[in-house]
């Protein structure tokens, strides 16, 4: 849990970093607005033509998720007559603490990236270079990072106006429901009128996909050409789709971006978590329907209770996606790849220093034995022969150095590592892996290559962010970066001309894209750490 709220912690000050861009943009519309108007099946909306790009914010894909509706599937918006705006972003989904005091920072991320939070919170941003132009360009469709309990699509450095100009391709991002309302499993409590309870947030996904289907042709894009790609916990919901057979169809290629799935949550591990919910909320099972009509500031504040008291990991222990044998079906990647998407061709990787962002100082400065208190923690008795395998391929490298690429190979590379390897076991869509090398100059450059650092990149927003706007080399990377990312969703083959030749993932030679000022593909770069954190966490 320290990780992830230091995780947490650095996703703000990121947001922070980018503010400024968004307020440019809305100054620049300020000075002379030039609207765009486009037709959706619930109704017209109104967004904005910023030097070409038509932006289109807080489109209502579903109807509000509170009081008869809240841990229900989605339902459609109503329609509406009339134009609709959509110059301003969607509510996010209710993720704060309600008995944590706001600070100052808390309320300055409210303004950059996490709009005012509201349970109608299902509503889209489309990003296009035309409108209803007969054009079929691929899609984008972006799922938000902060794990499976925090983030929104209005991000800064998630903006799709690069995007979409560079690659004449359509960027689409979401909110969805989160944490309890969107990840509690009450099927065990509540019977079949709560069934699907534990995935209505992957369910929101879903509909939002369902969206772009029927609509996104009017703005220009191509519903058989969608690609699904997300970063982090983005990532994990990109996982998560490609073992939920009600999306098989509705995307055409995935990436992701430092966010292994390989297993969700059991049931039975969902219900102990449901369970101790309705407990500090005083609820029975005949009250069930009360959950429905509770404020839902006492929800969240029952469900940060509960986190701390049973200290759930979000990723595997609760409050986010349940193995509920129907909307999900399976793992992603475990045993095996889930065969449900088997034919869509995967992007994935990771970066080197994973967990320097958000790091607690001292993780900076470990000493010898610091460093191996830290490993032994999470590895156990197989710390010290890891360690010596890390030391033997970083003959250089401090004790924080080795403290950072452990734990970063054991939370992100190996992961993603192995899901490459199962991926491509099934012998259908191919698989293209990479590995992030590309260091930030920002703080001092300790962060090397942290969590996140992808984004900037993919997006083209290089410019915008505080780890990559000092960098006189970063727009070289991001020319290539993201003309690879275009490509992949262009043809499902990120190759080039501006890279080396990128084959896809096979077991035997396992290539990687190594992305750096000069990126590289090397034949499983990181054998010997592979093969010994594979075997640290019994990843045959």
Not at 14 to 40: H, M, N, Q
Not at 422 to 441: I, S
Not at 473 to 490: G, H, T
Request: net charge positive.
């Amino acid at each position: 849990m320290v990780i992830e709220r230091s995780r947490r912690d650095f996703l703000k000050q990121a947001s922070i970093f980018v503010a400024a861009s968004g307020a440019i943009l809305r100054d620049a519309w300020a000075a002379d607005p030039k609207y765009a108007v486009a037709e959706t099946a619930f109704g017209k909306v109104r967004g904005v033509d910023v030097e070409g790009i038509k932006i289109f914010k807080g489109i209502p894909y579903g109807a509000n998720t509170a009081g008869k509706n809240r841990f229900m599937p989605p339902a459609d918006p109503a329609k509406w007559t009339g134009v609709r705006d959509a110059l301003e972003f969607g509510h996010s989904a209710p993720q704060s603490d309600p008995g944590a005091r706001r600070t100052t920072s808390d309320l300055a991320v409210a303004g950059a990236g996490l709009r005012e939070e509201s349970e109608d919170c299902l509503a889209l941003n489309v990003w296009t270079p035309g409108i209803n132009d007969g054009r079929k360009r691929p899609v984008l469709f972006w799922c938000h990072g902060g794990g499976f309990s925090t983030g929104s699509g209005s991000s800064p450095v998630t903006d799709g106006t690069n995007l979409a100009r560079r690659g004449d391709v359509v960027v689409v991002t979401i909110n969805h429901r989160l944490n309890v309302l969107g990840f509690t499993s009450l099927s065990e409590f509540g019977g079949s009128q709560f069934a699907q309870s534990g995935d209505v947030g992957m369910l929101d996904i879903l509909h939002a996909l369902k969206w772009v289907r029927q609509n996104i042709s009017q703005f220009g894009g191509d519903a058989n050409t969608v690609t699904i790609f997300g970063q982090s916990g983005g990532g994990r919901k990109v996982g998560t789709l490609l073992a939920m057979p009600s999306a098989k169809g509705l995307f055409h290629r995935a990436i992701i971006e430092s966010g292994p799935t390989i297993k969700l949550v059991e049931r039975d591990q969902a219900a102990r978590v449901a369970g101790e919910l309705l407990a500090k909320l005083g609820l029975n099972n005949s009250q069930m329907r009360e959950l429905q009509n509770l404020p839902v500031e006492k929800i969240m504040g029952a469900y940060f209770a509960v986190v701390r008291s049973m200290n759930v990991d979000q990723m595997t222990m609760g409050f986010s996606p349940t193995v509920d044998g129907k909307a999900v079906a399976r793992h992603p990647f475990h045993p095996a790849a889930s065969d449900v998407s088997a034919n869509v061709p995967l992007m994935l990787g990771s970066t080197r220093t994973e967990l320097t962002n958000g790091a607690d100082a001292a993780a900076f400065s470990l000493s010898e034995d610091g460093m191996r208190g830290r490993i032994r923690s999470l590895l156990g008795e197989k710390a010290d022969s890891v360690i010596d395998v890390y030391r033997k391929a970083n003959p250089s490298a401090a004790p924080s150095d080795i403290y950072f690429l452990i734990a970063s190979d054991n939370r992100y590379g190996a992961p993603v590592m192995k899901i490459a390897e199962r991926r491509a076991a099934l012998g259908k869509g191919p698989v293209y892996l990479y590995y992030f090398r590309w260091e930030t100059p920002f703080d001092g450059g300790r962060l090397k290559s942290p969590h996140t650092i992808e984004i900037p990149f993919a997006f083209d927003n290089v410019k915008t962010s505080r780890l990559t706007s000092s960098s006189p080399e970063a727009p070289a990377l991001a020319d290539k970066v993201s003309d690879a990312w275009i490509a992949f969703a262009r043809t499902g083959d990120p190759n080039t001309p501006k890279l080396p030749r990128w084959p896809s993932f096979d077991a035997k030679d396992r290539p990687t894209m190594v992305f750096n000022n000069q990126s590289k593909v090397d034949n499983d770069p990181l054998r010997e750490q592979r093969i010994a954190m594979f075997n640290a966490l019994n990843l045959t």
